[in-house]
């Protein structure tokens, strides 16, 4: 059996879940202090863009070969919702693993997958793989508030359309089951307002 609980990657997930990114009125410096770390580990370029004070979106890039190639954008949001502490088993910001769980504000969503993709990166890296198109992850705030300082704001921006974006991933939902659950949008999403006037 794999000797999870000292594996590497779960140790820096647990790092990354002890880190207070919580609402409201986050202080986001640890998270992107961390960030910086890991994409130093990983011998990858950063940039740290504040469009918005106190906001800050870290995006790590992985250059491919032939970087005029559209992207893949890995991206994650760094803050989580609040906890009630009192209702946790276990407290929420220790990231304690019992049996086999890791119990932790941001476990599931999303910190978790944050990891994976710095993770699956290093792996591909240390085994000396390049690819075609570059890889960008991007580090968000305020995503659990709707994303108006983050994301949203984001998109708009020359820098973001540097990045030229050709496939983004981002977080899915937790299954209670052997099923993934996947949230495709094809071509393009639709929001349609309805307005009846009731004559
Ligand atoms: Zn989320």
């Known amino acids: 059996m794999t000797d999870y609980e000292n594996h590497p990657?779960?140790?820096?997930?647990?790092?990354?879940?002890?880190?207070r990114s919580v609402?409201?009125?986050?202080?986001?410096?640890?998270?992107?202090?961390?960030?910086?770390?890991q994409a130093k580990e990983l011998g990858l370029p950063y940039q740290v863009y504040e469009l918005v004070p106190k906001n800050?979106?870290?995006?790590?890039t992985w250059e491919g070969l032939e970087p005029s190639l559209p992207s893949i954008l890995l991206n994650s949001h760094m803050d989580v919702v609040p906890v009630f502490e009192k209702s946790w088993t276990y407290?929420?910001?220790?990231?304690?693993?019992?049996?086999?769980?890791?119990?932790?504000r941001g476990v599931q969503d999303m910190k978790s997958v944050a990891i994976q993709?710095?993770?699956?990166i290093r792996r591909l890296k240390n085994k000396g793989l390049r690819f075609k198109r570059t890889i960008h992850l991007s580090f968000v705030p305020d995503?659990?508030?709707g994303g108006k300082n983050g994301m949203k704001n984001f998109v708009k921006?020359?820098?973001?359309?540097?990045?030229?974006v050709g496939?983004?991933?981002?977080?899915g939902l937790a299954s209670p089951d052997d099923s993934y659950i996947v949230y495709n949008g094809e071509r393009s999403i639709w929001h349609i307002n309805v307005i009846c006037p009731g004559k």
């Open 56 to 60: 800050p979106i870290l995006v790590m």
């Open 157 to 164: 921006s020359d820098y973001f359309k540097n990045l030229n």
């Open 143 to 145: 995503e659990e508030k």
């Open 117 to 120: 993709y710095i993770e699956a």
């Open 91 to 104: 407290p929420p910001f220790e990231a304690r693993l019992v049996d086999g769980v890791i119990y932790g």
């Open 23 to 37: 609402h409201p009125n986050i202080n986001y410096d640890e998270c992107i202090n961390y960030l910086k770390a």
């Open 9 to 19: 990657a779960v140790n820096n997930l647990r790092n990354y879940i002890r880190i």
């Open 167 to 171: 496939f983004a991933l981002d977080e």
